[in-house]
């Protein structure tokens, strides 16, 4: 029965290969964040009923 050989270090190539991942990962959560925040306050706009701007005094069309 052989002993099981030592795991080598990692090499740098895959260290800078989980950093290049590690950076992908952070980005795509980031715009995934953003995304999901801009829908929430997008739909909250829209069933808020406030779409466009209108000049004081004024009803807006989309206000009736």
């Known amino acids: 029965m052989s002993t099981p050989q030592p795991t080598p270090p990692p ?3 895959g260290r ?3 950093a290049a991942l590690a ?5 795509t ?6 995304l999901v925040y ?3 306050i997008l739909t909250l706009t829209i ?7 209108a000049a004081p005094g004024r009803v ?3 206000n009736l």
Not at 23 to 27: E, G, N, S
Not at 29 to 34: D, E, H, N, S, V
Request: glycine share 10%.
């Open 16 to 18: 800078s290969r989980f």
């Open 47 to 53: 069933l808020d009923g406030r779409h466009g701007t």
């Open 60 to 62: 807006h069309p989309g």
């Open 38 to 40: 801009h829908s929430v």
């Open 29 to 34: 959560a980031a715009c995934a964040l953003a």
């Open 23 to 27: 950076q992908v990962a952070a980005a």
């Open 11 to 13: 090499s740098p190539e």
